[in-house]
């Protein structure tokens, strides 16, 4: 186990090596890496020392052996929750269970609905481009659908939550959605502001779906009650 042996950043001793490697991580993580990283250290130590090393010199190479301990935080947050991704998982949770949100996403929809099929041209709505059906088509989808099978999923009591596939839902849903359909149900709205909020709104989907991988990811190497 070497995370890029360096010189440059040498520590004083385990403690101080895994209190680097392990920071930002979520504590049940932190713990899980504390044990195999001591359980690796003293395995060295003892090989050492069966090797004719003093206990001292048998310590401070097999600290070296660690590698440095910045490049080694990196890869544990790469394959182990971080705090702030346990925070974001139970922001979303709290807002999939928000009667509000959920509220202010069938209100856009019927706001959204009503400009873009009824403007102009009355309720003759064999006058409707595909263009129309097709936004108001997304528009239910991700104003009504979604947020409210995550409603559903997220306010069951006694069952168990299916963390990644609120994550999912939830990322193809975000707070943006509802600004994003408010201006694209007025034919005479800004096209740029538009734009921008479908840009802004479609550049998190890649986010959600990258902490669902890794949540998947988790749940394989660990066996976490993520999935």
Same mark, same amino acid.
């Given at each position: 186990m070497n995370f890029f042996r360096s010189h440059k950043n040498r520590v004083a001793d385990l403690d101080e090596w895994l209190e680097i490697a392990t920071k930002k991580l979520a504590r049940p993580a932190r713990r899980r890496v504390r044990l195999e990283i001591k359980t690796h250290y003293a395995e060295a130590v003892a090989a050492h020392q069966a090797a004719g090393s003093g206990e001292h010199a048998a310590r401070v190479v097999a600290l070296e052996e660690l590698g440095d301990a910045k490049a080694a935080a990196k890869c544990f947050r790469k394959r182990h929750l971080t705090e702030a991704e346990v925070k974001f998982v139970g922001g979303i949770v709290e807002s999939a269970k928000s009667m509000v949100l959920l509220a202010v996403g069938h209100i856009t929809f019927a706001f959204f609905a009503y400009r873009r099929l009824s403007l102009s041209q009355?309720?003759?709505? $064999?006058?409707?481009?595909?263009?129309?059906?097709?936004?108001?088509?997304?528009?239910?989808?991700? $104003?009504?659908?979604?947020?409210?099978?995550?409603?559903?999923?997220?306010?069951?009591?006694?069952?168990?939550?299916?963390?990644?596939?609120?994550?999912?839902?939830?990322? $193809?849903?975000?707070?943006?959605?509802?600004?994003?359909? =408010?201006?694209?149900?007025?034919r005479h709205s800004d096209d740029l502001l538009t734009i921008f909020l479908i840009c802004t709104w479609?550049?998190? =989907?890649?986010?959600?779906?990258?902490?669902?991988?890794?949540?998947?990811?988790v749940s394989r190497n660990f066996g976490r009650n993520v999935s």
């Open positions: 009355g309720w003759s709505l $064999l006058h409707r481009s595909p263009y129309d059906w097709f936004l108001v088509a997304m528009g239910f989808l991700v $104003l009504v659908v979604l947020p409210t099978t995550s409603f559903i999923l997220a306010s069951r009591k006694g069952a168990k939550l299916n963390i990644r596939l609120l994550v999912l839902m939830r990322s $193809l849903c975000g707070v943006n959605t509802a600004f994003v359909f =408010i201006f694209l149900g007025d479609a550049l998190g =989907i890649p986010f959600g779906l990258r902490f669902w991988n890794k949540l998947g990811k």
